[in-house]
């Protein structure tokens, strides 16, 4: 009799009608003959051997670059349960529609078979995937930033419990590009792309939007957060996650390079991107990073925003949509300071002098092993996860928001995260300095009713004895002149250390309508070149500013109708309150 995962292969290659099926095992050799395929097929490229070893660069389909949130559906029973913000077409549709494209998709290909895991292979907490795809790159790509082949086979026959994924190139048409999510079924289909965060189902289609949906049923938490330690002069080491909408620095933060290293502060990196967390028998909650890499965004990347990052793609990495020099180097915009002469650009055409745009892509990517970080904690593969102290949410403010201040308490922190806001910058929309309220950074990855996710967070702070304290940063505040306040980078780590007295009970806080911030003393200034004026603007909380800003909050929070906890109208209340006392003494 064959087994529930043979029998998901058996019926989606009926679907699709492969040439052949492969089961892919994960090893080196295979890896080496997935990249000849993709080089043969003309998309991709070998890069220096001597400088970037076991390094290509791939381009992809200049119709498929990103994410393509607009055909991103969940497909629950119920329209209710997808709520607000997620697009929704019920399941009986989703079969009929998309199957139909599905139907004969992958004629004349090679059905590849990826069973996989998210986590380590022996961790409680770990996840198994199995994704069938026509697309060498998303194999050789899902090698990196998953556990394939056997460990993972060993794991569903042991359990015979798997997210069953189903992926087609299609025929890259974008009016035939679908990613579908079954939650009740813990089914995901995706049709029609070859990008990352569309294809490659272990990351956000699994990790996030499925692994939401099972984390609520099963009492844990699947968050868009990247996972640090922050060591001390004595050794210890503090963990922390944290998470932030994009173009915010999150992966640098990760990977930060500490100022204050020669005092005994240094970053050490677990994950930059998702993490997966339950509460552990010590009472605090434990984090895993699911994934096994790196998939982040190249332009912008360089040796003063992310060395770390620099460091570990110089080899055994997949470049996405990147420039090349004539060396056969990658490169992209802030790579360096001085463009190269003779560049090849992201759709494989010379660039001539005076050419107007970018090189690279504005979206292209690196993927690159976790393993291979400078600073990658020597816990971030633990089996048990690592306990988190404190849970950090930041955006991109030019004003409002002071450079960190910590919640009153865990519900104030779950309303902090809920109103969470992040300005829109030129390089994404064309407009710059657009609010936009996105939750948690979760809005487009929460893989059902956001109030009922809200209500989560609520219960899971209950349910933890020594819950995460819970902060919001900013690094972004302007002065009056336009330019930024704060330093940013390695400098951050200061604002870490602040955290980190305040989770020990220490660190000089005043009391404010928001929360409580750092006294213009608080933080370790030593080495850094900032007067005490513009301290005080980076920490400065105005009334006025605030309560636009919580009558914002206000109206977003009715999108989520009588879904919304009543606790966080409470909190929006309290805070108008706090803000109308200090009014009422100003006046």
């Known amino acids: 009799m064959a087994t529930r995962l043979e029998a998901w292969v058996e019926e989606a290659a009926q679907k699709v009608r492969p040439k052949q099926v492969v089961w892919c095992d994960g090893s080196e050799s295979e890896a080496q003959q997935m990249v000849e395929r993709l080089v043969a097929e003309g998309r991709t490229v070998h890069l220096n051997e001597r400088t970037y070893p076991n390094c290509v660069l791939h381009r992809s389909d200049p119709s498929d670059v990103a994410r393509t949130e607009q055909v991103t559906f969940i497909c629950s029973r119920r329209k209710d349960d997808a709520g607000p913000t997620n697009n929704w077409m019920a399941p009986e549709e989703g079969k009929q529609k998309i199957g139909a494209l599905f139907d004969g998709a992958m004629a004349g290909r090679t059905m590849y078979v990826v069973p996989y895991l998210m986590g380590p292979a022996d961790s409680h907490m770990t996840r198994a995937g199995v994704e069938v795809t026509d697309s060498p790159y998303v194999v050789v790509s899902m090698r990196i930033m998953a556990r394939i082949g056997k460990i993972a086979l060993d794991r569903i026959g042991k359990a015979n419990d798997f997210v069953p994924g189903l992926h087609s190139l ?195 990517r690196y993927t690159v092993p976790a393993r291979q970080a400078p600073r990658i904690s020597p816990k971030w593969e633990d089996l048990s996860g690592v306990p988190i102290s404190a849970f950090i949410f930041g955006g991109r403010r030019a004003r409002v928001a002071p450079l960190v201040y910590e919640s009153w308490s865990w519900q104030h922190g779950v309303f902090v995260g809920a109103g969470l806001a992040s300005e829109t910058t030129a390089a994404i929309t064309g407009e710059v300095g657009v609010r936009r309220r996105d939750p948690m950074a979760m809005l487009p990855f929460c893989g059902y009713h956001m109030g009922d996710y809200f209500r989560h967070w609520l219960e899971m702070g209950q349910n933890i004895p020594h819950p995460p304290k819970i902060f919001h940063v900013n690094w972004f505040r302007k002065g ?108």
């Not at 939007?209 to 957060?225: K, T």
């Not at 870490?496 to 003393?521: D, M, Y």
């Not at 929070?557 to 966080?568: T, V």
């Open 480 to 587: 009056s002149n336009g330019k930024l306040l704060w330093p940013g980078y390695g400098e951050n780590v200061r604002v870490l250390k602040w955290i980190l007295e305040r989770v020990n009970g220490k660190g000089q806080a005043e009391e404010t309508p928001i929360g409580f911030v750092p006294t213009t003393h608080a933080l370790t200034l030593d080495g850094l070149d900032i007067s005490l004026d513009k301290m005080e603007e980076l920490l400065r909380v105005d009334a006025a500013d605030w309560q636009k800003e919580a009558d914002e909050i206000g109206v977003f929070f009715k999108k989520f109708g009588d879904r919304l906890p009543p606790e966080l109208r409470e909190e929006q209340a309290h805070l108008t309150e706090r803000l109308n006392l200090v009014t009422s003494a100003k006046g």
């Open 170 to 364: 299609g025929d890259l048409n974008p009016a035939r590009r679908f990613v579908l999510h079954f939650p009740e079924e813990k089914l995901i289909w995706s049709i029609g792309s070859g990008y990352g965060g569309n294809a490659l189902l272990g990351k956000k289609c699994f990790a996030l939007r499925i692994a939401s949906w099972m984390a609520r049923e099963q009492g844990w938490m699947a968050e868009h957060m990247l996972i640090l330690g922050l060591e001390d002069p004595s050794g210890k080491i503090t963990y922390m996650a944290a998470a932030f909408p994009s173009a915010c620095g999150k992966t640098n933060l990760a990977m930060m390079v500490s100022a204050l290293e020669d005092s005994g502060y240094r970053v050490w990196t677990v994950g930059d991107d998702i993490a997966w967390m339950q509460p552990g028998p010590d009472g605090y909650l434990h984090a895993i990073n699911p994934e096994a890499g790196f998939f982040g965004v190249a332009p912008g990347t360089n040796e003063l925003t992310n060395p770390n990052v620099m460091t570990a793609v110089k080899r055994n990495t997949i470049f996405t949509n990147v420039a090349m020099t004539a060396s056969r180097e990658p490169w992209w915009e802030a790579m360096t300071e001085e463009v190269p002469s003779d560049l090849t650009d992201w759709q494989g055409h010379k660039v001539s002098a005076g050419a107007k745009g970018p090189a690279a892509h504005a979206n292209s």
